[in-house]
Nanobody, 123 residues
Framework: QVHLVESGGGSVEAGGSLRLSCAAS??????????LAWFRQAPGKDREGVASIDVDGSTNYANSVKGRFTISVDSTRTTLFLQMDSLKPEDTAMYYC???????????????WGQGTQVTVSS
């Protein structure tokens, strides 16, 4: 069982920045074997993939955030980050971190999820 806890959400004006963090607890597999990702869900919309980082360090981003958001992990892969710059009102959503030992795509098929942290961007 992997326990994920997000933090760092808040309210910011358009053009501003926020940095989200996600702390991971011990899982049944070594930390380095989990794909880690950020998803978001706005009211009335489906949960969508924002960014992911695979076990080899390769990253993927949704087209809507490329060049503005950066996903990273610490050296132990126990803390996941999402640096969000040039924020737009359409980035407003609940942001979730996710982990999975096998899956690393952009669909919400991850096994483990955090409780979410709200990001609100005003115009």
């Amino acid at each position: 069982q992997v326990h994920l806890v997000e933090s760092g959400g808040g309210s910011v004006e358009a053009g501003g920045s926020l940095r989200l963090s996600c702390a991971a607890s011990t899982g049944e597999y070594p930390y380095g074997t989990y794909c880690l990702a950020w998803f978001r869900q706005a009211p009335g919309k489906d949960r969508e993939g924002v960014a992911s980082i695979d076990v080899d360090g390769s990253t993927n981003y949704a087209n809507s955030v490329k060049g503005r958001f950066t996903i990273s992990v610490d050296s132990t892969r126990t803390t996941l980050f999402l640096q969000m710059d040039s924020l737009k009102p359409e980035d407003t959503a609940m942001y979730y971190c996710a982990a999975d030992h096998k899956y690393c795509g952009d669909s919400p098929n991850f096994r483990y999820w955090g409780q979410g942290t709200q990001v609100t961007v005003s115009s």
